[in-house]
Nanobody
Framework: QVQLVESGGGLVQAGGSLRLSCTASGRTSSPYAMGWFRQAPGKEREFVAGISWSGGSAYYGDSVKGRFTISRDNAKNTVYLQMNSLKPEDTAVYYC???????????????????WGQGTQVSVSS
């Protein structure tokens, strides 16, 4: 079992930046990939970014490529999502998720993730 706690959400103006953090606890000795998803009101949860256990593989959703950066610090059991050039359409609840995986593997599929955080609200005003 892995428990995930997100932080760093808030309200920001368009063009601004935010950094989300997600700290894992519990069974963190086994390698696990981590991802960020988001869900806006009335929409399905969508993949934002994912990173492998080793950090050597990272993937992004098309809508955030070039603006968001995912990174991780395994010594702190923490994954980060740096969000720059934010747009009103980035407004959503952002969820951190994890799945056990070998070193360079990471999934973009929601159903592959076993553990989820409670979510943090990101609101971008125009």
């Amino acid at each position: 079992q892995v428990q995930l706690v997100e932080s760093g959400g808030g309200l920001v103006q368009a063009g601004g930046s935010l950094r989300l953090s997600c700290t894992a606890s519990g069974r963190t000795s086994s390698p696990y990939a981590m991802g960020w998803f988001r869900q806006a009101p009335g929409k399905e949860r969508e993949f934002v970014a994912g990173i492998s256990w080793s950090g050597g593989s990272a993937y992004y959703g098309d809508s955030v490529k070039g603006r968001f950066t995912i990174s991780r610090d395994n010594a702190k059991n923490t994954v980060y999502l740096q969000m720059n050039s934010l747009k009103p359409e980035d407004t959503a609840v952002y969820y951190c998720a994890a799945h056990y995986a070998v070193a360079r593997s990471v999934s973009r599929l929601l159903g592959q993730y076993d553990y989820w955080g409670q979510g943090t609200q990101v609101s971008v005003s125009s």
